[in-house]
């Protein structure tokens, strides 16, 4: 299989309703397969999620675009990431922001995309076995948080780790279906985006789901 060819088609096809050219670009960058299973490898560039193991996912193509686009980041931004998981989206936010924090709370997964990414090259990523609170307070605030893992409300401990005018993307619902929320925190108010249905595995922790 030509993973070239499969990732440029892939790319074609998020073009369509991607806006951000830049977050396309980044995707086109990443080897998508790198982060598979050795037995789904083939599927790497459909636009579909895929199982990593330990009942954890790697999301669909399409909604790791739609987040990282909603995070508007640029390369002087530090963003957090909630759920490191394969690897894949800390690879995109690495190609497009200053510096990733990302948090994981399975250290078998947090292992192997420490392996992954280091082979990657990517020096400006900071990985952390995450804590029984969410985020990473101690690097806080954040110009920028990804959740990728669905919450039953908005964490007010995040929206304290985030930056005046910084911009949140979490999963919020039930644990089966969520809807996608974008948080823009200005001095005075929080703002909330829906951008419609989805499904993401739970996330884990005070503020959130407990196990």
């Not at 050219?21 to 980044?26: C, G, H, I, T, W």
Request: glycine fraction near 6%.
């Amino acid at each position: 299989m030509d993973f070239d060819v499969a990732r440029a088609r892939l790319i074609h096809q998020l073009d369509v309703e991607i806006e951000d050219k830049r977050v396309l670009s980044a995707m086109s960058r990443v080897p998508r397969h790198l982060f598979i299973p050795e037995e789904l490898v083939y599927s790497a560039y459909e636009n579909i999620p895929l199982p990593i193991g330990l009942n954890q996912t790697i999301s669909q193509p399409y909604i790791v675009a739609l987040m990282t686009e909603k995070l508007e980041l640029t390369m002087d931004k530090k963003v957090l990431e909630l759920g490191t998981g394969s690897g894949y989206q800390t690879a995109i936010l690495a190609e497009l922001a200053h510096r990733v924090v990302t948090t994981e709370r399975l250290p078998g997964l947090l292992e192997k995309a420490k392996v992954i990414l280091k082979q990657l090259g990517y020096q400006n990523v900071e990985m952390h076995l995450a804590e029984e609170s969410l985020g990473w307070k101690a690097d806080a605030p954040y110009d920028a948080i990804i959740s990728t893992a669905g919450a039953p409300k908005v964490p007010n401990s995040l929206i304290a780790q985030l930056a005046i005018e910084g911009r949140m993307v979490i999963p919020v619902g039930s644990r089966y279906d969520q809807e996608l929320h974008v948080i823009i925190k200005h001095k005075k108010d929080v703002e909330v985006i829906d951008l419609g249905g989805c499904r993401f595995v739970s996330l884990i922790g005070k503020d959130a789901w407990e196990e």
